[in-house]
């Protein structure tokens, strides 16, 4: 068994990982480990923009899967999740969307009153290296880049131009002052490339001496001793290692494998672990519990030939890549999914609980069901779901991959918002913006028509959204996990940096929320509650 010592053990070098990896190490005194249990990013797939769409297979992904979820015919439900350096963000579509103010302000309202709008906005510009904006709500001097995407598909400008029809605004920012409205996403990318948490974090930091990246290494075990974290246990091509921390433990894995691997280490609920024969460590009742994600409802449209379908037949794909090397323009620049809008189920919520995604191509159960011929999908989602489930053990073996249960429209409300968003994608494509393009309904039909058969659609071709968080709550209720430093209540020296912490779902895509955690925890491990200043904001830009 080989052993190490370190001042920072970090665990997962996703969004939140990777970030904080590279602030810690920013101290050449301080020495830093990063244990990642996929592998490198090192493939031309994830560095090309449309890429994401051929990576998932096991190599980039875990490839995880619900329990039965009963409101969906009781369906195991695919659950892509990120298994490589940059996480997710390798492998996502690259959209950048922080949320709504109404979000952050909600988290303060419980409890959490150093995570309001005002409290965590200057954590999300210390993260951004925004290409057209430099203003109160964004930077240009941040580690991530951000910026306009090369191109937009005629299926998206009319996606824009419908919108508009129907008496939304146009909104040129999403992230700035009012997010109501329709209008095209900003993408995390650099020079018509990726750009991850891994580029934008770890490539910076690789030369430091004091950052180890472990690649392969899968953690085991959170290891305890008299009430406070003392190092981790992990294995690399199966050899067990065991890595020791001088200060702290930082579990930045996701809001799937952090509770995983606290359970594993005998810190959840007691009951759930003498159950399974683990030694209870700490008993913490609500590791794993507010767990919640957002469920996607589609439809598809057959299209008239100006689709991204068929652009990766052999001829077509030849002559985008000849394009893109020659130029960085064409389809391997799309992110797919290119614009968006932000909508009210009703006048009384008080911000857009619907969002909607124009992806044009047909895109059917995750991409992985093929359809001849050119196509659209609309992407609806309820924003602010009120149902609740977990992430659980099913088995003490840190191999056996945990039960999943996102617990999907089990709560009324739920399927109230859920049908609406649905109705408001047809409503779209009934539009004259989109008379030219839009020959008829694929999916579900034009003879899917009642609630009572929309339902039955929805049971059967809803997906996740690949918006999972909440298990390691923060706060100091009962099911609380971390507090606002993010600190594990009951054992010293463990922090959990990552989506699970969040109380609840915010209104949008993720993956600049669980950046803006990283940068905001590494500073809390660093500084504990001073605030962030103007001048640290600088000076942490200059050395990313």
Not at 13 to 37: C, F, I
Not at 72 to 78: E, G, K, Q, S, V
Request: glycine share 8%; with cysteine; charged share 20%.
């Amino acid at each position: 068994m080989s052993t190490d010592r370190y001042d920072y053990i970090v665990v997962g070098a996703g969004a939140a990982g990777s970030a904080v990896a590279n602030r810690l190490s920013q101290d050449p005194n301080t020495s830093v480990l990063l244990l990642e249990a996929g592998g490198k990013d090192s493939s031309f797939l994830v560095h090309i923009p449309v890429g994401f769409t051929k990576l998932g297979g096991p190599r980039y992904n875990w490839g995880f899967e619900t329990v039965p979820q009963p409101e969906l015919n009781n369906r195991t439900m695919w659950y892509p999740q990120g298994r490589l350096l940059g996480g997710s963000t390798s492998i996502n579509a690259m959209i950048y969307i922080r949320g709504n103010r109404y979000d952050y302000d909600r988290w303060a309202e419980q409890g959490n009153d150093q995570w309001g709008f005002e409290q965590v906005l200057p954590f999300f510009r210390k993260a951004e290296h925004n290409e057209r904006l430099n203003d109160r709500y964004h930077s240009s001097d941040g580690a991530m880049n951000v910026t306009e995407q090369v191109a937009h598909n005629e299926l998206s400008k009319a996606f824009v131009r419908a919108a508009q029809e129907l008496g939304l605004p146009f909104t040129p920012d999403f992230n700035g002052a009012e997010q109501d409205g329709v209008g095209y996403y900003d993408v995390t990318q650099k020079k018509a490339r990726r750009e991850s948490a891994a580029t934008a974090y770890l490539k910076p930091a690789k030369k430091r001496r004091n950052l180890t990246v472990q690649t392969q290494a899968l953690a085991t075990k959170v290891l305890v001793e008299n009430g406070r974290a003392i190092g981790l246990r992990y294995t690399v091509n199966g050899r067990e290692r065991v890595a020791y921390a001088d200060r702290e433990v930082v579990l930045s894995a996701g809001a799937v494998n952090s509770p995983r691997l606290l359970l594993l280490s005998g810190i959840g609920p007691a009951e759930e672990l003498k159950a399974l024969g683990i030694e209870v460590v700490h008993d913490l009742p609500g590791v794993g519990k507010n767990y919640q994600d957002h469920m996607d409802v589609y439809l598809t449209a057959e299209t008239t030939p100006v689709s991204y379908n068929r652009s990766d037949r052999p001829v077509p794909a030849v002559l985008a890549m000849i394009q893109y090397i020659l130029y960085r323009t064409g389809p391997i620049t799309a992110s797919v999914c290119e614009a968006g809008m932000f909508v009210r189920s009703s006048s009384e919520v008080p911000a857009p609980d619907i969002q909607m995604h124009c992806l044009p191509a047909y895109v059917i159960d995750h991409g992985r069901l093929r359809v001849k011929g050119h196509g659209m999908t609309i992407n609806t989602c309820n924003l602010r779901p009120k149902s609740v489930g977990s992430v659980t053990l099913r088995s003490s073996d840190p191999a056996v991959p945990p039960a999943i249960d996102p617990a999907f429209l089990s709560d009324p409300y739920d399927w109230k918002i859920s049908l609406e968003g649905f109705k408001w994608g047809r409503e779209m494509l009934a539009t004259k913006a989109y008379a030219p393009y839009v020959k008829k309904e694929h999916m579900p039909g034009a003879d899917v028509k009642t609630d009572k058969e929309i339902r039955e659609y929805v049971k059967q071709w809803s997906k996740t959204d690949y918006h999972p968080v909440g298990s390691c709550k923060m706060g100091d209720d009962e099911l609380a996990v971390v507090d606002q430093q993010l600190r594990v209540h009951g054992i010293d020296r463990l922090r959990v940096v990552d989506a699970s912490i969040m109380p609840t779902l915010i209104s949008g895509n993720t993956q600049a929320t669980s950046i803006m955690i990283g940068e905001k925890g590494a500073h809390h491990i660093l500084h504990g509650l001073e605030p962030l200043t103007t001048e640290s904001l600088s000076a942490a830009g200059a050395s990313r």
